[in-house]
């Protein structure tokens, strides 16, 4: 088990959202079981609610994972607690609720390496007291968890602000589908750990160039075996997968990446 990233030895599983193939995503059940299987890393997504606290979840409303409806940050956390975000998926899964990041910090710490991605949406300009940058930093030094935790987003400027703060953990650059010119530009500008783009996006050159700035290269979402041997073999560092057991299982990572042998020397 890793459970500080700068002693990462590629390629390593990623869950996104925790294991979703079999769980409610970015629930508590999720994230354990993505523990329970022995995964490298779990990924979740946060945002604020109308109150302003840390609350994991993708969509910006309620309406697909929850009993809910409507935009996040029209309620307060105490009225988000109340909804369901498991039967959706499973009845089994029933009462489960939407987790704090603290709540997610406090199980997981750790016990894995935590990817916490913050939603584009909750950008703000100013870099108040407590925009949600400076909060998951503030949470993540509270819970002594600098070392296992990575800091993403689609948005820079959530980069660029937490770049700025005199401690901060490491950070990942997320890109969708279009790798921009300047995308390793930014990545290098911000000194990242690791850059996230989407695996249809992904050419050997933009591995290699990353590779030669000692930037990791985790691809999202790799659900198909067929694909994971292909980035593996195209010498990605690892896979973000919603099936952490199964398509993006430790051993057949490990079995495809034997046959090529291609690792980023990160330069930490
Ligand atoms: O961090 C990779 C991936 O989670 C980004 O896309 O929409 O699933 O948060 P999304
Ligand atoms: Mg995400």
Redesign the pocket.
Known sequence: MIRNLHDIIPPVVIG?RGYRTKYPENTLSSFAAAIAAGTDMI?L?VTLSRDRKLVVI?DDTLNRTTSGFGPIHDMNLRELKRLDAGSWFDSRFAGESLPTLKEVLILAGGKILINI?IKSSAWESGFPEDAIERQVVNLIIQHDLLNSTLI?SFHAGFLENIVGLPVHPEISF?TDRKVLQNTLDICKQLSVFSW?PHYKSLEQRHIEEAHAQGIFVFP??VNLVEDMRKLVSMGVDGI?TDDPVWAGSKPALLAAHAETGRVCQNIF
Do not use: A, F, K
Request: hydrophobic share 20%.
């Open positions: 996104h990924e997504d993708h991605e993403s997320i996230h999202y979402t973000i």
